[in-house]
């Protein structure tokens, strides 16, 4: 289609274990999403490797799955909230039979009981998102990915989540690849924090928390330590958004 | 916004107004009446021509020429649409051909496809299905080509192949432009249909409305003209219903996004 090409994502050279809860934090248009996209197989990098569970990415890996911030772009509007998240299960190949329960089950898990047969236009952005979640969770995968999920969301929404989404990995044990610009959403839900410059990206920066989990909203966010790492990640991304 | 449950009555008053308007200047005048039967004669032939079964097969043979063109339009647009929108190359391809053969009037096409496939039941299937396979072709292309991106690579992510995507996720998202196609199709393929069994054949309301009005029964020609009518609006209904279960989903969505 002609135009300039642009070198999204520098020299980035990490690696993620199993069960780890990690985020990438970085200025707007840093090449975030570059990154996940290439991590979830959707697009192919120009240069470089990406492995999941030791084999390289070529073409979207089986045990992942990206959750999108445009949640009401990846819904399937013609789909209820159960048609959804069994798509989910339908994908990674269960039977319809044993299905329905297993995603009935997911969507009280997601705090969706009731809301079943509603279709996705009926809920509102914070449901919806959970509806993104509970169908990405029924696939099974090994890690998830997500692409600023909370970000079209408002503050309170967006709390309720976090805290959903941390339950949700306590008890199924997954990865979690986590993109976001909000650093405080991601020192309270990571181990393992990655601060990114600006395009070309590069890791800056990274960062172990090691607050106690359960994590909670008042007390992890109350903690000295909390207001430390933020301020000096943010000193990191606004010296980049002013280099 | 329209309510439908609501009964029109003013509607209907006009509507009577205008047939005893007719009934009366029809039998004002003799020479009229030749040309304008008074309503009350037409209605007496129509109940004479289908107590007598004299309408039935050309019924009949309307339909089944109205079903067999407009199924395989459907058939071949929807799956010709869904390649043509789906890969760019193919539509860039094609687009110029497309532009070209759809804006024409395609009663024009008749007397060719009378050159090829003579004047039989082929041939007026085939008009059929020429004329009604371009509002499905071009919405289809539109409405796989609107689809998110996000949606596609949604399929994607789940590791869907790309048949799966095809069927799962670019057909019901496509759908609500496929069915506007369809819709638009149904009237045009009765249209041909009917012009069509004017021009050639001796079976269908098209060869008996112009079969009566050659023999001067004019009460009978109008008789022919509303059954093709009656015809065109209860296959119209039946489309609204199908597609109001189809496409439930939809309506409530639409619904709050036009507020």
Redesign the interface.
């Known amino acids: 289609m002609g135009g300039e090409t642009t070198v999204a994502i520098g020299n980035i050279s990490c690696q993620v274990d199993a069960g780890e809860f990690v985020s990438f934090v970085g200025p707007s248009g840093c090449g975030k999403t570059t990154l996940l996209?290439s991590i979830?197989?959707?697009i192919a990098p120009t240069a470089g490797k990406i492995l999941v569970k030791g084999r390289a990415v070529n073409g979207?890996p089986?045990n992942?799955?990206?959750v999108?911030q445009?949640f009401n772009?990846?819904l399937?509007?013609?789909?209820?909230v159960l048609g959804n998240v069994l798509?989910?299960l339908d994908?990674r190949g269960k039977k319809v039979r044993e299905s329905e329960g297993k995603a009935k089950a997911l969507i009280e898990l997601v705090g969706l009981k009731g809301f079943e047969s509603h279709?996705p236009?009926?809920l509102s952005g914070g449901m919806q998102q959970r509806v993104a979640i509970a169908r990405a969770l029924a696939?099974e995968p090994e890690v998830l990915l997500m692409d600023e999920p909370f970000g079209s969301l408002d503050a309170l929404t967006r709390l309720e989540l976090e805290d959903t989404l941390l339950r949700l990995w306590e008890e199924l044990a997954t990865t979690i690849l986590f993109i976001t610009h909000d650093i405080e959403e991601a020192i309270y839900l990571s181990d393992r924090i990655w601060v990114l410059s600006r395009r070309p990206s590069e890791i800056i920066e990274e960062l172990w928390i090691d607050f106690p989990r359960p994590r909670h909203q008042v007390t992890t966010r109350a903690e000295g330590r909390f207001m430390e790492i933020r301020n000096q990640i943010y000193k990191q991304i606004s010296n980049e958004n002013t280099a | 916004m329209n309510e439908p449950s609501k009964f029109n009555w003013t509607g209907w008053l006009v509507f009577g107004l205008f047939l005893l308007l007719w009934e009366c200047g029809s039998r004002a005048s003799p020479k009229l009446q030749l040309y304008i039967p008074p309503v009350s004669q037409i209605v007496v032939a129509l109940s004479h021509l289908i107590v007598s079964g004299q309408v039935t097969t050309h019924l009949l043979t309307t339909m089944r020429r109205f079903l067999e063109g407009y199924l395989l339009a459907a058939a071949i647009a929807v799956t010709v649409g869904v390649a043509l929108g789906y890969f760019r190359f193919a539509h860039s391809l094609t687009e110029m051909l497309i532009e070209f053969l759809r804006p024409m009037p395609s009663v024009a096409i008749i007397p060719v496809a009378i050159l090829l496939l003579g004047i039989g039941d082929g041939m007026i299937v085939a008009v059929t299905v020429y004329a009604s396979t371009w509002p499905i072709l071009v919405n289809t292309i539109d409405g796989v080509r609107h689809i998110e991106r996000t949606l596609i690579d949604t399929g994607r992510t789940f590791g869907l192949a790309r048949r799966r995507i095809l069927w799962q996720i670019v057909l019901p998202a496509a759908s609500p432009y496929i069915v506007t196609g369809l819709r638009v199709s149904l009237s045009i393929a009765l249209i041909l249909v009917t012009t069509a069994e004017m021009i050639a054949g001796n079976k269908g309301l098209g060869f008996f409305i112009l079969d009566e009005e050659r023999s001067l029964q004019s009460s009978n020609m109008y008789a022919g003209i509303i059954l093709v009518a009656a015809l065109g609006y209860v296959l119209n209904r039946l489309f609204v219903v199908l597609q109001e279960k189809a496409m439930k989903w939809r309506r409530g969505m639409v619904a709050r996004e036009g507020l």
């Open positions: 996209m979830a197989g959707l979207p089986p992942l799955v990206l999108f445009e772009k990846s399937f509007a013609w789909r209820s798509f989910g994908a279709y236009w009926e696939y």
